[in-house]
Nanobody
Framework: QVQLVESGGGLVQVGGSLRLSCAAS????????IAWYRQNQWRQREWVAT???????LYAVPVKGRFIVSRDHATDTVYLQMNSLQPDDAGVYYC????????WGQGTQVTVSS
C-alpha cells in the first residue's frame, strides 16, 4: 500500500508561519492533483487547498491569501506554506491524491498559540 508522509507541523504563535511537506512512496503523486485537508479537535475534516495536476491552485475561503500550495516534481513532494496562522488553523493536516483513495497518512499536527 502507498505510504503518505506529512511533516513540518509544530507549535507556532498567532501570526507565525509553517511549511508542511507531503510525500508518497512509489511516485504516487506523479501527474495527480494533490489536496491538503485538516482535522480539528472535534475530528471534523475540511478541505484546505488543492494543487491540480496542471499546476492550478485552489484554496478554501478561510485560508485564501494566507496559504500557498506548491509542488516539486523532481522529488514528487507537495508543500503547504502557511502564513499568518490563526487559532482556527490548528489541527492535524493531511495530504492525499485526488480522487481520494481509501487510505490516509498519519498527518502532521499544527498548534497555534495565542
Amino acid at each position: 500500500q502507498v505510504q503518505l508522509v506529512e511533516s513540518g507541523g509544530g507549535l507556532v504563535q498567532v501570526g507565525g508561519s509553517l511549511r508542511l511537506s507531503c510525500a508518497a512512496s512509489g511516485n504516487d503523486f506523479s501527474g495527480k492533483s494533490i489536496a491538503w485537508y485538516r482535522q480539528n479537535q472535534w475530528r471534523q475534516r475540511e478541505w484546505v487547498a488543492t494543487i491540480v495536476s496542471n499546476g492550478h491552485e485552489l484554496y478554501a475561503v478561510p485560508v485564501k491569501g494566507r496559504f500557498i500550495v506548491s509542488r516539486d516534481h523532481a522529488t514528487d513532494t507537495v508543500y503547504l506554506q502557511m502564513n499568518s496562522l490563526q487559532p482556527d488553523d490548528a489541527g492535524v493536516y493531511y495530504c492525499n491524491k485526488l480522487p481520494l483513495p481509501d487510505y490516509w497518512g498519519q498527518g502532521t499536527q499544527v498548534t497555534v498559540s495565542s
